[in-house]
Every structure is written in structure tokens, then in C-alpha cells.
T-cell receptor
Framework: GAVVSQHPSRVICKSGTSVKIECRSL??????MFWYRQFPKQSLMLMAT?????????EQGVEKDKFLINHASLTLSTLTVTSAHPEDSSFYIC????????????FGSGTRLTVV | AQTVTQSQPEMSVQEAETVTLSCTYD???????LFWYKQPPSRQMILVIR??????QNATENRFSVNFQKAAKSFSLKISDSQLGDAAMYFC??????????FGTGTSLTVIP
């Protein structure tokens, strides 16, 4: 079945530094990937839609300059949290769309970001 | 914007019994998809069941079935013969025509042995 690999699974960084999270579709091509943020015991909030070869579409309230998304190939999208602050600490999840499968969407296993 | 509401933050069920999780949504679109996802402690999102809005027949996947009421914008999940492994957070999700997902706030399901 479709597999989405998300790396790293956990990362701790210092305030003011940047962190890059990778989302890879391992056995299918994903023209569209999605990035979500999940606070403890809360729902997933869509941050942005990442389209291969074009600019990401951000949801209202999400800072484009803070959460940089790059989707340079059909199997890789990256989310870079720039100048991270403790309030950016959260669980980030990506998902990718596999057009060849009926269920279509597969989620990565998530990244726990802690900013100290 | 689409909204998804899950009014039950927590539910519990006795093992082997049946439980129903509620979900309502609000949309002006006519063509969309609805999903139930399970998120165990590992945090991995696992697809449980999906429903196309244009289909009147309720989706079924083994012990999982839905009651889709399009006019009422209701999409409940029924879990029959509950098993200990069913314990998890369950999220109802709406997929828009633009392929974006909107999730409910989740229902934490406890299965009592």
C-alpha cells in the first residue's frame, strides 16, 4: 500500500533556529501534499497545501514566512519552521495524495517539534 | 469554510458491544467526501472508512459502518463487536472539492474489557 515517510519523528531545537521536516511518498507520486499541525489532545489543523512545482497555498492565519513549504519533486515536500519559538512546539503531520488509489490519502507518522 | 463538529469528546464501550460516534458538518458544496480516521497513541492517522457524498448507500468496512444523512449533514460511525484494539482517538473529516481536509475535534474512545 501507499507509504508516506516523515522525518524526523522527533526534534528538539533552540529558540531562533530553523528546523526542516521532510515528507516523502515512498511508492507513489504525490502531486499534492498537505501539512497539518496538531496540539495536544486537539484536532489536526490544515496549515497549507503543497503543490509540486508551484507555491504552496496557506490557510488563513498561517504565516508563510515562518512556515516555508517546498515541493520540488513528486515525492518530496519539506516544511521549514524558521526562527522557531516555544509556541511553535507542536506535532506536525503531512499527508500525500495518491491518485491511483481509491482511498487516495496517506498520512505520515508525524514529527514532534519541541522548541526550548 | 467547512466545519466539522464532533460533540462527544469521550466515549466508552464494553468489549464486544456496539458504540456510535457522532459527527456533523457544515458545507455549501454538493460534491465532497467524508472520512473517519483513527489515531492511536502512536499518533499515526489510520483511515477507517470513507463515504462519497453522491452515494446514498452507507459505507461499511467489516465491523465499521456509517450512517450518512446528507440532508441533515450528519455522518456517524458505528463500531460493532468492539475490540480492545479499537481504543483510540477518532476523527471525522471532510474533504472539500479542492481536496483539503477539515477535521473534527475528535472523540476519545475507551474500550472496557
Amino acid at each position: 500500500g501507499a507509504v508516506v515517510s516523515q522525518h524526523p519523528s522527533r526534534v528538539i531545537c533552540k529558540s531562533g533556529t530553523s528546523v526542516k521536516i521532510e515528507c516523502r511518498s515512498l511508492d507513489f507520486q504525490a502531486t499534492t501534499m498537505f501539512w497539518y499541525r496538531q496540539f495536544p489532545k486537539q484536532s489536526l489543523m490544515l496549515m497549507a497545501t503543497s503543490n509540486e512545482g508551484s507555491k504552496a497555498t496557506y490557510e488563513q492565519g498561517v504565516e508563510k514566512d515562518k512556515f516555508l513549504i517546498n515541493h520540488a519533486s513528486l515525492t518530496l515536500s519539506t516544511l521549514t519552521v524558521t526562527s522557531a519559538h516555544p509556541e511553535d512546539s507542536s506535532f506536525y503531520i503531512c499527508s500525500a495524495r495518491d491518485r491511483s488509489r481509491a482511498s487516495g490519502y496517506t498520512f505520515g507518522s508525524g514529527t514532534r517539534l519541541t522548541v526550548v | 469554510a467547512q466545519t466539522v463538529t464532533q460533540s462527544q469528546p469521550e466515549m466508552s464501550v464494553q468489549e464486544a458491544e456496539t458504540v456510535t460516534l457522532s459527527c456533523t458538518y457544515d458545507t455549501s458544496e454538493s460534491d465532497y467526501y467524508l472520512f473517519w480516521y483513527k489515531q492511536p497513541p502512536s499518533r499515526q492517522m489510520i483511515l477507517v472508512i470513507r463515504q462519497e457524498a453522491y452515494k446514498q448507500q452507507n459505507a461499511t468496512e467489516n465491523r465499521f459502518s456509517v450512517n450518512f444523512q446528507k440532508a441533515a449533514k450528519s455522518f456517524s460511525l458505528k463500531i460493532s463487536d468492539s475490540q480492545l484494539g479499537d481504543a483510540a482517538m477518532y476523527f471525522c473529516a471532510y474533504r472539500s472539492a479542492g481536496n483539503q481536509f477539515y477535521f473534527g475535534t475528535g472523540t476519545s474512545l475507551t474500550v472496557i474489557p
